[in-house]
């Protein structure tokens, strides 16, 4: 067990169920669990292997790396990665049997490369940007690219085998631009099939998309934030309400609790003053283990909410480096080493990642993604018997097996 002094718990148990979720969502596609960075936070090798015990077929990277990480750790499903620049290690990934995205006619010659030295012909999904603006090609370049794709495959170098996009809006499901994208990609797809391409799998859907979109289900559905129990439309329901639940919990153990009296100055600037004689608490975690400093209270008001002892409180002053304070109140029973928990189910009536985001003026996504590597990652499951094996693995090397 890790002595530092809080944790991530993740409960593997709740990814199993949350990837169930999704797919009783989409029956009528696979489903590919996104892990990329470092699964959201949740540590990538336990996370994709509970995915697919959920029955996820597919996973999915950003990057090469932890694509590579996957194939290391002995995974054999089918794994997509779609982020890199020229001259990205294209001929391990070919090797490794990983399907690659292809976004530009550079990169469509230089996976034909890669496939070349790796003597493998590599497994290509072409990227289309349907109006994201961001990765991909665009239409009008289309038609050149996969002419070019298709003769590589004539030439046994490349099998085109998935069109995929990505939305701009799919977490306002009734946005215009939701259905405009559909239609562009509906296009790509027909120009892909009339030029002879045999697609395997189309894919357009996110998380939001696949709890509000059926229409674009298509083949293959790509949830990310969603497989980790957090919603992607918090706006139209929370996790509960689309079957999910957080797999992650953030929790710390109080450092120094200590009595002040009324008008003391708390944290840097004394941005918080207490009203009166009270208990402080500081706890352990700050800016540098990936809590949001946006997430201090100031002007008198609390931050980002916390629980303790059943009491939800607030952070008092600004979050530094290392730590931030609470305002315990007075008479609090708390000492040093009492549990403090920053985010977690929402099912004992404490905070979410949803209410830390919302105090730190961001989304969940970034909440969880951003803890930072000392923080170890406590791997549980909730369907089975903790054993004395069950340990504390630290972040610290994407791809280390049993993280």
């Known amino acids: 067990m890790s002595n530092f002094p809080a944790r991530a718990v993740v409960d593997l148990a709740a990814i199993r169920g949350n990837v169930r979720a999704l797919a009783a969502h989409a029956p009528t596609a696979q489903v590919m669990a996104v892990v990329k960075a470092d699964a959201y936070g949740h540590g990538l090798v336990p996370a994709a292997r509970a995915a697919l015990e959920g029955g996820a077929t597919w996973l999915g990277t950003a990057q090469i790396g932890e ?70 090609v665009t239409p009008d370049r289309l038609e050149a690219l996969l002419d070019a794709a298709l003769r590589l495959q004539a030439e046994g170098v490349l099998d085109v085998v ?101 008008g003391q100055g708390v944290s840097y600037a004394h941005a918080y003053v207490t009203p009166g004689a009270t208990t402080l608490g500081v706890v352990p975690l700050g800016y540098a283990d990936g809590i949001p400093r946006h997430a201090s209270g100031s002007a008198g008001q609390l931050g980002a909410p916390v629980q303790v002892g059943g009491r939800r409180l607030g952070v008092a002053g600004r979050v530094c480096m290392d730590q931030f304070v609470l305002d315990l109140g007075p008479g609090a029973r708390e000492v040093a080493g009492d549990r403090v928990e920053l985010f977690g189910t929402g099912a004992d009536g404490g905070p979410t990642a949803e209410d830390w985001a919302e105090a730190a003026g961001t989304i969940s996504y970034e909440i ?33 097996v049993g993280r």
């Open 162 to 262: 998935g069109i995929w996009s990505h939305f701009a809006f799919a977490d306002e499901p009734s946005h215009p631009t939701v259905l405009a994208q559909a239609e562009v990609f509906a296009g790509a797809v027909a120009l892909a099939e009339s030029l002879g391409a045999r697609l395997e799998v189309r894919h357009l859907a996110n998380s939001a998309a696949t709890l509000t979109n059926p229409a674009v289900h298509y083949d293959l559905v790509r949830p990310g934030i969603a497989v980790y129990g957090l919603s992607p439309v918090p706006q139209l329901g929370g996790p509960a309400d689309f079957g999910l639940v957080p797999a992650m919990t953030l929790e710390a153990e109080l450092a120094t609790v200590k009595t002040v009296g009324g």
């Open 67 to 136: 694509a590579l990480a996957l194939r290391a750790a002995g995974f054999d499903a089918r794994v997509l990665t779609w982020l890199y620049a020229p001259g990205a290690p294209l001929e391990q990934a070919v090797a490794a049997d990983i399907d690659v995205s292809v976004a530009a006619p550079w990169a469509l010659e230089e996976v034909a490369d890669g496939a070349r030295r790796a003597g493998r012909t590599a497994r290509v999904h072409v990227k289309v940007d349907t109006g994201l603006g961001r990765n991909g």
């Open 368 to 400: 969880v993604t951003r803890l930072g590597s000392r923080v170890p990652r406590v791997h549980v499951d909730s369907e089975t018997p903790a054993t004395d094996d069950d340990v504390a693995t630290p972040t610290a090397a994407i791809g280390a």
